[in-house]
């Protein structure tokens, strides 16, 4: 007799618990492109696990590296010891990262990867005698985990609400702007100008007090949000102008979701830091990353006494042994099938062309998109509660797992994703789409 699953003792993330449980939603199997319910149902997935299964799914080379590393160094302690494939992998990543990013701080997760990315920004100011500068400044619908530094400049009021002070941070506004960008395909026209709103918030705080600016490139929790032509080299340029540390949170943009390594790469516009995380191991295990400039290492290492530790910060599973192998595999998955460029090819335009179809449909307001990632917007109902989780609902009715946030359906297939899925996709969504009542 099989024994029924208990719910009660699992308390879920980012989930509506009572909601959920009255009606599971159970996943216990997942290959290639598809997921397989409790009572055998396939599911496309439409959104690479939680944006991160870039490879696809049960990569049996990832499994394999793993298994192998496990029975030749299944852990070392990275304070004051090292491994070989913890330098190993250190050094492959930086094969992708753009010019000048050399040094690779590894973390669990994209919310440690920022955490870290913010104490190096403040630690590589200490070091150059900035002691006042230690504010931060995010962004308006910035998701930049959940820890309290990241939702202190992530920009989703739900996050922040709730947890008491925060650290000492500001935001600019957010980039959408439906009223003159709707419909764009990839990046939209209008709005390079929001970024004067930082040069703004450095006037009123003053230069002396901002240690870095954290954006994603494209926003992905937020709801999907593209940045204007023009808008992060702007954001660039201030930040050079005023000596604040760039970082680009790339935890959703790297490792081929746009058709490149990094947005970084792909938009040309270098910052002084990257985090990095979920396509890291094709989200097979937990990893992050924060790739640094290397004057930003050289400034902090050198500014300690000789055999002093430099950095007092670092996790007990940095550079894990059996996660680095994982990290290799999927690099050469990415490298021998060519995933990492594919999505800036013949299957993010069909994506897009796709997606784009579904305008029209009188629900829908605004679509959004670039390589392979896309959202589609849904007018507010009258009833005032937003819609996005009863669509998801449908879309896995029907087949299909989609995310939602707020009236907004998100889209991130892994990379492997071919012509058929893609109808599938925008067939289901149409079908949802038009049986909706505004």
């Known amino acids: 007799m099989n024994k029924k699953t208990n719910y009660d003792a699992f308390w879920m993330p980012f989930t509506a618990n009572r909601d959920f449980k009255a009606n599971p939603r159970i996943i216990n199997r997942a290959k290639g492109m598809h997921c397989y319910t409790d009572d055998g149902r396939e599911l496309l997935d439409g959104t690479a696990g939680l944006w991160c299964v870039n490879a696809g799914h049960g990569r049996k080379e990832i499994g394999e590296a793993m298994a192998k590393q496990v029975t030749n160094l299944d852990y070392s302690s990275p304070f004051n010891f090292g491994h070989d494939i913890g330098f190993e992998f250190a050094e492959r990543l930086v094969e992708f990262t753009p010019p000048g990013l050399n040094k690779v701080f590894f973390t669990n997760s994209g919310s440690e990867a920022v955490e870290s990315a913010m104490k190096i920004a403040l630690a590589y100011q200490q070091a150059k005698g900035n002691t006042g500068k230690f504010r931060f400044i995010g962004r308006e619908l910035g998701y930049h985990g959940v820890n309290f530094g990241g939702i202190s400049v992530g920009g989703l009021a739900p996050n922040r609400k709730g947890f008491g002070p925060l650290l000492p941070a500001d935001h600019i506004d957010h980039t959408l702007d439906i009223s003159r960008n709707a419909f764009s395909k990839g990046i939209p026209e209008f709005g390079a100008e929001k970024a004067e709103q930082l040069e703004t918030l450095v006037q009123f705080h003053g230069a002396d007090s901002i240690a870095a600016v ?225």
């Open 214 to 438: 954290i954006v994603e490139p494209i926003s992905g929790a937020g709801g999907v949000i593209l940045p204007p032509k023009g808008y992060l080299r702007r954001l660039r340029e201030i930040c050079t102008k005023h000596d604040i540390v760039l970082i680009f949170d790339e935890v959703i943009t790297g490792w081929g979701r746009l058709g490149s390594s990094f947005a970084s790469n792909l938009f040309d516009v270098i910052p002084d830091l990257i985090t990095s995380a979920k396509g890291i191991t094709s989200g097979v295990v937990p990893l992050g990353a924060v790739f640094a400039q290397d004057e930003i290492y050289n400034t902090v290492v050198n500014n300690a006494a000789e055999g002093a530790v430099e950095f007092y910060h670092g996790y007990t599973y940095s550079a894990h042994p059996v996660v680095c192998a994982a990290g290799l595999a999927t690099m050469d998955i990415y490298q021998k099938e060519g995933l990492l460029e594919r999505a800036s090819g013949e299957i993010g335009d069909y994506f897009q062309e796709g997606l784009h179809s579904l305008k029209g449909i009188s629900s829908i307001i605004d679509i959004r998109n670039y390589g392979l990632i896309g959202a589609v917007q849904f007018a507010q109902p009258s009833h005032g509660k937003p819609i996005g989780f009863d669509i998801l609902k449908k879309c896995y009715d029907q087949g299909v797992l989609t995310r939602s946030m707020g009236n907004t359906i998100a889209l991130s297939p892994p990379l492997i994703i071919e012509k058929s899925h893609v109808d599938q996709i925008v067939d289901t969504l149409a079908t949802v789409a038009k049986s909706i009542e505004i």
